[in-house]
């Protein structure tokens, strides 16, 4: 005769289905990345609201005493706010400020530097105290 099938007498025994413990510690890493990208920081590809970070940053020194960088950011913006830069960093400003192109409110420059408006109002110049100025030129404003 052969063996019978053993029965467990609990009665919550089948409430989860019989799957192999490899299935349940997918499920469970999976759920504890759904929760991970759910979070307030910039995770899984998605930035915070309101904050921004550097995308490409690229030098050219070929010329003496002159730098030209170019940079591209990625931001992630409330309603009513832009890309922009405040103390020389990208960030979420006032959309206002761009479509007037009043540069200098979105105080783009460090601190201890003066910031002034280029004549066209294509820019901006920040004045260090020691007389070094750095120039910057917003293409992509422009489109706005």
């Not at 991970?36 to 995308?55: D, N, R, S």
């Not at 960030?91 to 206002?96: E, L, S, T």
Request: net charge positive; with cysteine; glycine share 6%.
């Amino acid at each position: 005769m052969a063996p019978s099938p053993r029965r467990s007498s609990r009665k919550d025994a089948s409430a989860l289905p019989s799957m192999s413990s490899t299935f349940w510690a997918i499920m469970i890493l999976a759920s504890l990345l759904i929760a991970y990208c759910k979070g307030p920081h910039e995770v899984c590809g998605q930035l915070a609201a309101g904050t921004c970070e550097i995308v490409t940053l690229d030098r050219d020194s070929s010329q003496p005493r002159r730098t030209i960088a170019r940079q591209t950011a990625r931001c992630a913006c409330k309603k009513g706010q832009i890309a922009g830069t405040t103390r020389a960093r990208p960030a979420c400003v006032d959309a206002r400020i761009i479509k007037t192109k009043q540069w200098c409110e979105m105080l783009p420059c460090l601190e201890g530097e003066g910031c002034d408006l280029l004549i066209n109002k294509s820019g901006w110049t920040c004045t260090q105290p020691g007389g070094r100025i750095k120039t910057t030129t917003e293409s992509l404003f422009s489109l706005i």
